[in-house]
Each structure stands twice: as C-alpha cells, then as structure tokens.
C-alpha cells in the first residue's frame, strides 16, 4: 500500500514508527519546508493550506490510502479546498481522518459514544463538526472519523511536565477527561485503515479521570511532592486552557473495540505512566 498523510505530527509520526513498514512508500506534508528529511523513510512535501505543488498532487494521487491530521480552520478544512479535484475524482483509495471527542461538548461528567449529537458551543467545535461533515460527504460516507481524545506518550506526559516543573493540579469539582497514548492511537488507524467501510470512533482509554489524579500519580512513581492544588476559580490560566474545562464528559470507546476490534496496550493512565516511567520519561 502507498502511504499519504496530511500533516506529519506527533500522532501520525508515531503510526509511521509503529506501521510504517506496512506500506511500500510513505509521503506527507510539513508546514515549513525546513523539516524536510527530517523524517526517515518518508518523503516530505511542504503544505500550508495554498495551492499544493504539482508533485505533492500527483503522490496522493497514487495513494491507496490518505491519512488527514491537519486541523480545520475558520475558511474550512484545508485539504479538502486545497485537493477538491482530485478527491472529487474519487478512487479506490482509504481516507482515515483525525478528529476530536471535543465536539461532544459538556454532559457534566455523563457518558457519552457515537450516538450522541455534538454540541457546536465554541468556535473550534463548529469547525471540526464541520470538517467531519465534509470529509463524510467528500466520500460518500467512506472516510473513517476517528473522534481522539487527549493525546500523550513518549516526551508528552505527566511525567515530564513535572520534571520541567510545568505540571499543575487544577481543581475543578466533578471534572473528568479522556485521553489515549499515542501508539493505542496508531493501532485505531491501522484498524480503521483495514475496516471495510466508512463510520465515527471514539478513541479513548477505560477511564476518564480528573486531571490532578494523573499528575498526582506521576508524582509517586517519581517520589516527588506533586505541585499544590490550585482551585479552577481563581487560577491563572490562558482562555484556551480556561474553556477545555468548560466541557466535562465520560467518553465510551465500546464501538472502537468491538467494530475495531482494537486492544489498548494502555487501557488506563496508570499502566502508561508506568510504562514510560520505566522508559526512563521524567527521569533527569
């Protein structure tokens, strides 16, 4: 199979280092053309969201299958502006985009899966429901959404924000959120790449938790006072990271694993943690 992803960051990297000998040739997309070669194995192409080069056309033109991780923006979804010819022409081709269980919006802590309606509260929900739509109309209903919750892994976890001192524990009573390690995120592409038709997955661990708990725990495998408890209140924080915590829910991944099929190799925050811990992450 040939290999074309929109956007080559930390999740989809991390499906190239886990999958990538899976496929004959392996391209994608950069933003800034000073990262080229910095990939082994992949061949870079620079995108930005204007017009492509003739090249990167052509290369996912012979793409069997398209990987889109690149975020939608208030003018749409870039990709599709930008390659509307070519995926209007169709294909055989497997388009597995990359989404957010952020557009479920709040439920105060309740459950929710596939089959609950998002909630368009804030302006990048509205544009990521929207570029779901698009990719789901683009291919006739073909595209796999896979709906992320909040990603970690190797260099993006508890363990090292409390090592660079950054971690905080912000109180916000009755608060959860769901999150997924990076490579259980590769293993739900290689699913959805293998799945015969299109659909929504949540992809998300067992357990939603509150988000002092996750720290608090990397505090003990690391013997280490966690930072002090800081009330939702009055804590200082940036608008963006003030309305993450506008939104509370339990995210079920029921339909990743039985239409999926997919195992989680970390089904909790606890056995990452102590995986990557073991790893040596947060180590000095």
């Known amino acids: 199979m040939l290999l074309f992803i929109l956007g080559l960051g930390y999740s989809a990297r991390h499906f190239v280092r886990l999958f990538g000998g899976r496929f004959s040739h392996i391209a994608g997309t950069v933003r800034d053309p000073a990262q080229r070669g910095a990939l082994a194995g ?26 889109v991780s690149i975020p939608p923006g208030s003018a749409g979804d870039p990709a599709i502006a930008a390659f509307s010819g070519l995926l209007a022409a169709g294909g055989d081709r497997k388009i597995v985009y990359l989404s957010t269980i952020g557009v479920y919006g709040d439920h105060a802590g309740g459950w929710v899966d596939e089959s609950t309606p998002p909630k368009a509260d804030l302006d990048r929900t509205r544009m990521r429901v929207a570029a779901e739509q698009a990719w789901t109309d683009t291919t006739g209903g073909d595209a796999a959404i896979l709906r992320l919750a909040g990603i970690y892994g190797p260099g993006r976890n508890a363990l090292v924000t409390l090592r660079a001192r950054t971690a905080r524990r ?18 739900a592409i290689m699913a959805a790449i293998h799945h015969p038709s299109g659909g929504t997955w949540n992809v998300c661990d067992d357990e939603p938790a509150p988000p002092q708990e996750v720290i608090a725990y990397a505090a003990k495998l690391m013997n280490v006072a966690p930072p002090p408890e800081e009330p939702f209140e009055t804590a200082e924080m940036s608008a963006m990271a003030r309305s993450f915590y506008a939104s509370s829910a339990r995210v079920s991944n029921a339909k990743m694993k039985c239409e999926l099929g997919v195992t989680l190799a970390y089904p909790t925050y606890r056995h990452a943690l102590d995986a990557l811990w073991q790893a040596g992450e947060g180590g000095s």
């Open 42 to 67: 992949v061949e870079v192409h620079a995108f930005s969201g204007s017009s492509p080069a003739r090249e990167t056309i052509e290369r996912m033109r012979d793409a069997d299958v398209l990987l």
């Open 170 to 187: 912000i109180i916000k009573p009755g608060q959860v959120f769901n999150r997924i390690h990076v490579d259980d995120i590769a293993s």
